[in-house]
């Protein structure tokens, strides 16, 4: 049974387990996921479930609804995406799980205008005309990277230190080819190859992880960040 | 200096033990792999351990590439193929990290290393008629570059003309004003109808280049091969060395 752990600035504060095919999320009181903050629409989102997917729809908030740091109005939510409504992070797992953040429209919705929700969707521009330009996923050099971007237009992208990887990481004891990143359809992941405990997804070692947006991967002393191209 | 020069090892583990055992009679100064340790034979990982553990350099072939998952393989043959997605299977993660480790190419004093050309390496361009040949000169600095790949021991000379003279390899005293690709042949499937495993013995200081020829225990690999289930293909080219 899915479950949605809902934090608020990083405390979690609800756990919800939920048969319902659908389920809202909003200010108001008759919402299934009451978020009672004035950045949050009354009616902010809904997730609706079907046999093979949980969807995240938009309501066409103030403030916006953000899955994985990325605005959406329409997603299908995969195990442990975090949607991001104002100051609370709602953590959407398959079984069981947690996570919380902000919310929005004017039905008396405050406009949010704090650094942090500023910075979220400057981000979250910047980021689009990224991918745009690339015309799909790509990696940001966040820390000690060659470079600032870096497209993932190959079948497999090689990550390490030795000089003919398609991605440069630095550190010691990293292997030549420390890691590759496959591209399947639309779905990339990542798979170590080289020594144990030099790659790190979201500060977690890793042998394999699929990729979301806004991941943040280490490898050794360079960190990147992935940012998905579809939308 | 004298260096013992393997390559395309594929995972022939007769071959590789029969071939280090002869170096070290040679008194060499230093072992050099050239890449495709792994795919065919039926013992990648001991084969990987024990070039790791002997050899100052290994380079990364395509079968150690398309080991690992970076390098697709559906140009392969469809033996080459089953062999690869059989060595996918048995290698656990330790050996993977060691072919991850692998380099692409080397240069030693004068001398330039690598497995396929010194043409895009990694694109794995064969050198075997004299337009590869001239391709792969112009991109490389060093006089005498070494590589394997296509598991037919060939000399390749650069003649003041710039065309290419290519001749089957044997042993030489190359000209020192000349530049020369030489082709090591291979250790674990010679295809030259030679069976027996072939490496190289490069004397930089009397500028000298050996072929020898090792003979190994072809049946043991035959049986090992048999057991893994390989390609038969596979099985039988080994004892007619081609």
């Given at each position: 049974?899915?479950e ?6 990083d405390?979690v504060i ?15 009181n ?11 629409s009354r009616?902010?989102a ?5 046999d093979?997917?949980a ?16 605005k ?7 195990d ?13 797992n398959?079984e069981?799980?947690?996570?919380g ?38 990696l ?6 060659d ?21 440069r990481?630095k ?7 420390q ?8 779905v ?21 992880s699929?990729?979301?947006n ?18 | 200096?004298?260096y013992g ?24 100064d ?18 990987l ?6 050899c ?7 079968h ?11 140009s ?6 089953a ?23 080397r240069?030693?004093?004068d ?7 010194p ?14 040949a ?9 006089n005498?570059g070494f590589f394997?790949h296509?598991h037919?021991?060939?000399i390749?000379?650069e ?10 390899g044997?042993?030489v005293?190359?000209d ?7 082709n ?5 499937q ?8 072939c ?7 009397e ?6 020829r090792?003979?190994y225990?072809i049946e043991n690999a035959?049986?090992?091969m048999?057991e ?15």
């Amino acid at each position: 049974m899915p479950e949605i752990t809902v934090k608020y600035e990083d405390k979690v504060i609800e756990r919800v387990v939920t048969e319902k095919k659908r389920i809202s999320i909003g200010r108001g009181n008759d919402n299934d996921i009451v978020l009672e903050n004035r950045g949050v629409s009354r009616k902010h989102a809904l997730i609706e479930f079907n046999d093979k997917a949980a969807v995240l729809i938009d309501n066409e908030s103030l403030n916006g609804t953000f899955v994985n740091s990325r605005k959406v109005s329409e997603e299908v939510l995969r195990d442990q995406d975090i949607i991001t409504i104002g100051k609370y992070s709602l953590i959407y797992n398959t079984e069981t799980s947690q996570e919380g953040s902000d919310p929005a429209s004017y039905d008396g919705t405050m406009v949010l205008n704090t650094r942090q929700q500023k910075k979220l969707l400057e981000n979250d521009r910047i980021e689009r005309k990224i991918v745009e330009k690339y015309g799909g996923s790509v990696l940001l050099g966040m820390e000690n990277a060659d470079f600032s971007e870096y497209r993932l237009d190959r079948e497999v992208s090689t990550v390490g230190k030795a000089k003919f990887v398609h991605i440069r990481a630095k550190g010691f004891f990293l292997s030549g080819i420390q890691a590759k990143i496959v591209k399947e359809g639309q779905v990339f992941s990542i798979v170590n190859l080289g020594k144990q405990g030099k790659l790190k997804v979201n500060g977690e070692p890793t042998t394999q992880s699929v990729l979301k947006n806004g991941d943040l991967i280490t490898v050794g002393k360079t960190v990147f960040k992935f940012v998905e191209g579809k939308n | 200096m004298k260096y013992g020069l393997i390559s395309d090892i594929h995972g022939n583990l007769e071959a590789l033990t029969a071939v280090l055992r002869d170096i070290e009679k040679q008194k060499v100064d230093s072992v050099h792999c050239l890449g495709d340790v792994v795919g065919y034979g039926a013992d990648p990982a001991r084969c990987l351990k024990m070039v790791k553990k002997q050899c100052d350099t290994v380079l990364m072939g395509n079968h150690d590439y398309a080991a690992i998952g970076v390098q697709p393989y559906d140009s392969f043959n469809r033996a080459a193929q089953a062999a690869t997605e059989w060595t996918r299977q048995v290698l656990d993660d330790k050996s993977m990290a060691i072919i991850a480790d692998f380099e692409m190419e080397r240069s030693l004093d004068d001398m330039y290393l690598v497995h396929a050309s010194p043409y895009e390496p990694e694109e794995w361009h064969y050198i075997l008629t004299e337009n590869d040949a001239d391709e792969a000169f112009s991109h490389l600095s060093q006089n005498i570059g070494f590589f394997g790949h296509s598991h037919i021991p060939t000399i390749i000379q650069e003649k003041s003309d710039g065309t290419t003279r290519m001749q089957a390899g044997h042993d030489v005293s190359p000209d020192r004003e000349r530049r020369y690709l030489i082709n090591i042949g291979s250790v674990g499937q010679p295809r030259d109808n030679d069976p027996r495993a072939c490496y190289v013995i490069f004397d930089s200081d009397e500028y000298e280049i050996e072929f020898h020829r090792v003979e190994y225990d072809i049946e043991n690999a035959q049986r090992k091969m048999s057991e893994a289930r390989l390609p038969s293909n596979l099985i039988s080219r080994l004892s007619a060395g081609t």
